[in-house]
């Protein structure tokens, strides 16, 4: 169906490498430059890493990432990255579906988003120390968005464990919305009954929506996001256009009759 | 001690100054090429030559205080820093147009219009251009040093533009180009002369 369009649409996809993957990050615990998650993310200790899950679940609980991906289907995802700052990749992510995670805990009737919550390690994270921005990171999905079979919780990328500056040792990747609500190194999955706050809203809700879904027609208020530049073609590299949902329209259907305009 | 860097200073000539400056271009873009700023060089090249831009025109202002404030002689200088801080501003747009931007010149077209940031930057590389020009003896003698030096007066402005470009593209507040903004702004009020009726005051009291 939808999702084998998409599996043939990546087969075109020629993945960054490891060093580009891992070296050119956001991750404004370690610090707002985008070699700072690599320079100052060392330290952070990811085993043993204990995500707790409740809300409005049947099986609430804290579990180690061992057990949390116990029984979950591990598959690799080549998938797009788009950042809200215009730039883009293309990832080959290791992980499980997210409605696998959910349907385990089991959804109450009547739950209607999911909210997820990054670890604020202040003894190893520079960026938590200066208070660059207000941590805890926090993000949101509606729950039809994170029960999506596109939507992953992500361990790996290349077949080898997360590295702390991509969100060790577990993150969400939704890849038809800009890169931030890519949430990373995540402690907390609440699923609940009403919109949860996000961070980057909280800072700017006039430049970043609680959707955030890539759409090269609803520019930035700072810059355009009719293009991209993929990262690694060096100094010579030429924009590329940006696709609408980053190039996954299966997902079209989960906002129909909503205006993207100012649901942005 | 200030007296013998103005000995030296005298001696130097101003095309080595010149030469100077035009080094770090050509450098910088080789260690763009060759992976020396990272894995997306084209951004990291751009904000190298805003970055040096912004710092030639803050050294540009901090001449005149101090020759006056340390008796540090540098005028002769001037020229040569302010005629290059457009040179770098230059290749930063240059780069901006046809590296970063791929010559879309629609969707460039309409960022000069609707990004504050990007239309601020491009007042201010504008306002640089009438200054350029007539930074030369014929100009000076030409306009007359009086409507020349209240011209050029114009660089107050740009110098405040392009610390407010730098912190606005930045996504939170950061504080590197906030230093920027305070220098200029301190430079800025070295310059500062009360006004008669406020210095008759204070010097009644």
Redesign the interface.
Known sequence: GALGGAVAAQEALEPNTWEEITTYNNFYEFGTGKSDPADNSGDMITDPWEVTIDGMVDNPGTFSLADLAADMTMEERLYRFRCVEAWAMVIPWNGFELADLLNKAGIQTGATHVAFETAVLPDVMEGVQRRVIDFPYVEGLRLDEAMHPLTIMATGVYGRPMANQNGAPIRLVVPWKYGFKSIKSIVRITVTNEQPPTTWNKIGPREYGFYSNVNPEVDHPRWSQASERLIGGGLFSSRQDTLMFNGYPEVASLYDGMDLTTNY | MIDTINTYARKIPTWALYLLLVIPIPYL?YS??TGGM??????A?EREMGDLTLKLIIVGLAVTPLRKYLKLNLLKFRRAIGVMAFVYVVVHLGIWVV????L?WE?MW??IW????ITIGMAAFLMMIPLVITSNNLSLRKIGGAAWRKLHKLVYLIAVLGAVHFI?V???W?VEPLLHLAVILALLATRYKPSQKAAVVSARG
């Open positions: 873009f763009a090429a990272g894995i997306e060089p084209i951004n090249l590296l970063d931007m791929s879309r969707q309409g960022d609707k990004r504050p940031y606005m930045q996504k939170v950061e």
